[in-house]
């Protein structure tokens, strides 16, 4: 069965880092992979997403808010998905989730995605 499992969230000052890991068991997915967050009483927004598992250097999305910031990456002899956090803000708090499928034609476009892991809080304070 197909999983999603991620790890690495927790709590920061701001400025500071953390990075982010996500392993996909179960199948070797390829498709595209990418970090989505949410907070709550807003709609989940995409993060950061690759092609995922191509032997040339995947081209990575990113969302104007993260970008300069924050870099996917991935691991394919691992199958794990990374998320480097970089400058956090407060604003950056949320729960983050890994996601996986078929590429959507927009690769940061949340209802794109149907395979999800459980999510990652990650918290900035000021």
């Known amino acids: 069965q197909a999983q999603l499992v991620e790890s690495g969230g927790g709590s920061v000052q701001a400025g500071g880092s953390l990075r982010l890991s996500c392993a996909a068991s179960g199948y070797m997915y390829r498709g595209c992979l990418g970090w989505f967050r949410q907070v709550p009483g807003k709609a989940r927004e995409g993060v950061a997403t690759?092609?995922?598992?191509?032997?040339?250097?995947?081209?990575?999305h990113y969302s104007d808010r993260v970008k300069g910031r924050f870099t996917i990456s991935t691991d394919n002899a691992k199958n794990t998905l990374y998320l480097q956090m970089n400058s956090l803000k407060p604003e950056d708090t949320a729960m983050y989730y890994c996601?996986?499928?078929?590429?959507?034609?927009?690769?940061?476009?949340?209802?794109?995605?149907?395979?999800w892991g459980q999510g990652t809080q990650v918290t900035v304070a000021s």
């Open positions: 690759l092609k995922a598992w191509t032997g040339a250097p995947p081209t990575a």
């Open positions: 996601a996986a499928d078929s590429c959507p034609m927009d690769p940061l476009w949340e209802p794109g995605y149907g395979h």
